[in-house]
Each structure stands twice: as structure tokens, then as C-alpha cells.
Nanobody, 123 residues
Framework: QVQLVESGGGLVQAGGSLRLSCAAS????????VGWFRQAPGKEREFVSS????????YYADSMKGRFTISRDIAKSTVYLQMNTLKTEDTAVYYC????????????????WGQGAQVTVSS
């Protein structure tokens, strides 16, 4: 089992920045990749970014490229999502998820999920 806890969400004005953290515990040696997803009210959960936990390869949804940066600190068992130039449409609950086999863009590829962190971007 892997436990994930997100932190760092909050309220920010458009154009501002936030950094989300995802702290992992448990059987982290079984983690192949960690991804970030988000879900806005009335919408489906969508892929934001992912990183292979030990290799460090990164992937982004097209709309986040250039604004969001994913990174990880293995010693701290933590994955980060730096979000810059935030827009009102970035408002959502952000979830981190861990996969034992792939780091793709679909929710079905991920085995463990955090509880989510609310990000609200005001105009």
C-alpha cells in the first residue's frame, strides 16, 4: 500500500503561483510514477502531469506545458507541482496519484490516490 497526502492548495489571484506537494508513505519502492490530475466542478478528472518516480522523466498535458513544472525529492518521498501564471480555469481539486506500472494520462493507470487539494484562482 502507498499513502498519498497533498498539501499547498489555496486561493490565489490570476497570474499568481502555487506549489502543491504530494507526500508518499508506505511501499514507495513499488511506485513507478506519480501523476497529478485535477477535477473542476461538473467536469471529469483530467491529467495534468506525471513523473517517473526514480527515473525523473516528466510528462505534461498540452495546456499545462510551460506553466506547470513537476519534480520530485526522493529523499523526502515527495512530488511537487509548481504552478505559475495561474488562470481562473485552473480552479479545481488537484489530486496526486501513484502507479506501480506506468505514468500515463488515464486515471485507470493509477493505483493509489490522495484526498485532493483545492486550488481556487480568482480574477
Amino acid at each position: 500500500q502507498v499513502q498519498l497526502v497533498e498539501s499547498g492548495g489555496g486561493l490565489v489571484q490570476a497570474g499568481g503561483s502555487l506549489r502543491l506537494s504530494c507526500a508518499a508513505s508506505g511501499r514507495t519502492l513499488n511506485v513507478f510514477a506519480v501523476g497529478w490530475f485535477r477535477q473542476a466542478p461538473g467536469k471529469e478528472r483530467e491529467f495534468v502531469s506525471s513523473i517517473t518516480y526514480f527515473g525523473g522523466s516528466t510528462y505534461y498535458a498540452d495546456s499545462m506545458k510551460g506553466r506547470f513544472t513537476i519534480s520530485r525529492d526522493i529523499a523526502k518521498s515527495t512530488v511537487y507541482l509548481q504552478m505559475n501564471t495561474l488562470k481562473t480555469e485552473d480552479t479545481a481539486v488537484y489530486y496526486c496519484a501513484a502507479s506501480s506500472r506506468s505514468g500515463g494520462a488515464t486515471t485507470a493507470e493509477y493505483d493509489y490516490w490522495g484526498q485532493g487539494a483545492q486550488v481556487t484562482v480568482s480574477s
